[in-house]
C-alpha cells in the first residue's frame, strides 16, 4: 500500500520541543520533494516547510522560520520536522506531503497541541 504515515505529535507546554516524523510506505520518498503542512480550526491548511528531493534546499514559512527544522533521510524513507520553542498558536494537525512529477501523497496527520 502506497502511503506517508505521520508521528511524533502529541501535548506539549509553551518552549517545549517535538519532532515528528514522516515515512513513506510502498515508494521510494527520495523521488519526491516532501513539505510539512498544517491546519488549525477552521484555519485554512498552510505549509510550514519544505525539502527538496536532495534535502538540500529547504523553505519556511515566517511564522516558524528559525524554530522549525525539515530534514530528510533517504535511507530511512523519512522526513523530519524538528519544532523547538513551540508557541500557543503552533497547535495544529500537522501533514506531510510527497510530490513529485504528477503524483502526490498526503499522510493522515498528526495533532500537535501546545498548552499550559
Known amino acids: 500500500q502506497l502511503q506517508l504515515v505521520e508521528s511524533g505529535g502529541g501535548l506539549v507546554q509553551p518552549g517545549g520541543s517535538l519532532r515528528l516524523s514522516c515515512a513513506a510506505s510502498?515508494?521510494?520518498?527520495?523521488?519526491?520533494?516532501v513539505g510539512w503542512f498544517r491546519q488549525g480550526p477552521g484555519t485554512e491548511r498552510e505549509r510550514v516547510a519544505c525539502?527538496?528531493?536532495?534535502?538540500?534546499?529547504?523553505k519556511y514559512a515566517v511564522s516558524v522560520k528559525g524554530r522549525f527544522t525539515i530534514s530528510r533521510d533517504n535511507a530511512k524513507n523519512t522526513v523530519y520536522l524538528q519544532m523547538n520553542s513551540l508557541k500557543l498558536e503552533d497547535t495544529s494537525v500537522y501533514y506531510c506531503?510527497?510530490?513529485?512529477?504528477?503524483?502526490?501523497?498526503w499522510g493522515q496527520g498528526t495533532q500537535v497541541t501546545v498548552s499550559s
Open positions: 506531503n510527497a510530490i513529485g512529477g504528477s503524483t502526490m501523497y
Open positions: 510502498g515508494f521510494t520518498l527520495d523521488d519526491y520533494a
Open positions: 525539502i527538496s528531493r536532495s534535502g538540500g534546499s529547504t
